[in-house]
């Protein structure tokens, strides 16, 4: 007779618990950063670190994983991380300024980046082979969902309560997850724990890099990129650490993280295609709300709308685990990536007369082929990965699609602004008093203020505003177009790179139970 093995089960219950609250966090704010904004008394420039403090330092740390488990033990970090977690998150709820909030964010984001590669590590262990696809579908629904519903949730909490329930709603999650922790997260015996002298330089030289890399993605468009002497400082700072960060770590006895992984081509590929993966949806997932805002949709509107994509996710990567062990990782990339190449070519083919009913064909289709491409990367970068390099590997991989996915925004709002200039100037040049079409709807319209009690001058300067106006929407949508599509492009090119990795199939498929 087959029971289910509830141990395996409750410590997968135990580490989605900590995965989703960390992934919840980096989109929850932002459908809040308005009432914070105007509570707190903080410039738009100064609100956004709210966002981007967690997002940097949660960058920082994963790297860095891998040997803090070894010298303090994962078990007790893990626990750590979530006690540092929730409490950093009850004292967000009760910040008293910006500076204090931004501050309490940042403490967040280095227990919450631990929370994702350690949850992901753990899963790995528990499940056997054969059901490895199964595991990282499971982990997959709560990395991408969580970004996903995180504004769609912050929203109706900003709206029915107040913003620090965005943070007060991580406590008696993170409680009842530091019991489970206890109960269910055990010390793996492969584990062996090192002291001795900490690499400091590597460290050290690893946090500018980071931290000058995410100045230069948040601000580079707001500063105009290169015509700042901050944005050009910042990247030079960026690149000169990050060279001598990569050579120290390669030369030194006990490196802080192990590159050395990077001789793995099946880890290397994979982690490539896995950066462009994070480029998109991130990308994706900052320009979607945009989009919809711009249609005159609120915040909560905006995720109840976008909720589709995330069920079907929910779907689509349990059903790839399991096709994972008969279809093999390339078959499930390629198919995956030709669903989401079509949801991109559907939303660039998108007008201002489309409503939340035409989205949701293009969000179904993204929502599997985003579903699909996660779980066969999760699984396959790390399949050729021996298991005392397990949570150095997985923090690697999840820092390289993190930043990535921070290019992807930077990249996608200043092809977006560009966007909206070009597009604006070629269409401003059809509307002028030579164009027979122009002059009779600006006639038309103005006979319409007229009649709703206008003077004739009045009539005519409010007709020219719409005109202009409508002009500014018409180039805001074939910007948002023409991002779709070079999005579209981006992912048919990783094709090359999807061949490379290595086609590991496993012929049973477990159920995911025991004897």
């Not at 501050?103 to 059901?131: C, D, H, M, N, Y």
């Not at 994706?284 to 909560?300: M, W």
Request: hydrophobic share 50%; net charge positive; proline share 4%.
């Amino acid at each position: 007779m087959l029971q289910i093995d509830r141990t395996k089960w409750m410590v997968c219950l135990t580490v989605l618990l900590g995965a989703i609250m960390s992934a919840v966090d980096t989109s929850i704010v932002n459908v809040a950063l308005p009432f914070m904004r105007g509570n707190l008394g903080a410039s738009i420039e100064e609100i956004t670190w709210v966002a981007s403090g967690y997002i940097l330092s949660s960058v920082i740390i994963m790297p860095v994983i891998a040997f803090l488990s070894a010298r303090f033990g994962r078990r007790p970090f893990y626990l750590f991380s979530l006690f540092l977690f929730t409490a950093s998150s009850l004292l967000c709820g009760l910040a008293w300024d910006l500076p204090s909030l931004i501050v309490f964010r940042v403490i967040q984001g280095l227990g919450g980046g631990v929370l994702l590669p350690i949850s992901q590590a753990i899963l790995r262990e528990t499940f056997s082979e054969k059901e490895q696809g199964l595991a990282m579908g499971i982990y997959g629904m709560a990395v991408v969902i969580g970004p996903a519903f995180g504004p769609a949730l912050g929203g109706w909490l900003t709206d029915n309560f107040s913003w620090p329930w965005i943070f007060f709603i991580n406590v008696p999650l993170g409680i009842l997850n530091f019991w489970l922790a206890t109960r269910y997260i055990q010390e793996p015996a492969f584990l062996v724990r090192e002291k001795g002298k900490v690499d400091w330089a590597g460290l050290i030289l690893m946090t500018i890099s980071f931290v000058s890399m995410q100045i230069v993605f948040e601000k580079g468009q707001d500063k105009g990129w290169f015509d700042s002497d901050l944005i050009v400082w910042s990247t030079v700072t960026a690149v000169v650490s990050m060279g001598l960060f990569i050579w120290r770590e390669l030369t030194v006895e006990k490196p802080v993280v192990d590159l050395s992984l990077f001789k793995d081509k099946n880890f290397t590929c994979g982690t490539l295609v896995g950066a462009v993966f994070g480029l998109c949806l991130y990308s994706t997932l900052f320009l979607q709300p945009l989009f919809l805002q711009q249609l005159g949709y609120t915040a909560t509107q905006t995720g109840m709308i976008l909720i589709p994509r995330s069920l079907i996710m929910a779907i689509a990567m349990p059903l790839a685990g399991r096709l994972y062990n008969s279809w093999g990782p390339r078959t499930i990339l390629l198919v995956g990536l030709g669903i989401t190449v079509c949801s991109y070519w559907q939303f660039a083919h998108l007008s201002l007369d489309v409503n939340g009913g035409d989205l949701l064909v293009p969000q179904l289709f993204q929502g599997m082929g985003f579903g699909m491409m996660f779980v066969a990367l999760s699984t396959v970068v790390l399949s050729t990965v021996d298991k005392p390099k397990m949570t150095s590997a997985v923090g690697l991989y999840n820092v390289t699609r993190q930043i990535m996915g921070s290019v992807g925004i930077a990249i996608a709002a200043s092809l977006l602004s560009n966007g909206e200039t070009l597009y604006r100037s070629v269409l401003i040049a059809h509307v002028t008093r030579y164009n027979p079409l122009s002059r009779q709807w600006i006639a038309g319209t103005a006979q319409g203020f007229v009649h709703h009690g206008m003077n004739a001058l009045s009539a005519k300067n409010a007709a020219v505003q719409a005109i202009s106006n409508e002009v500014d929407r018409q180039a805001q949508m074939l910007s948002f177009n023409h991002v779709f599509i070079l999005m579209a492009i981006v992912f048919a090119l990783s094709v090359p790179l999807m061949m490379t990795i290595k086609n590991k199939r496993v012929k049973e498929v477990s159920i995911g139970v025991a004897d």
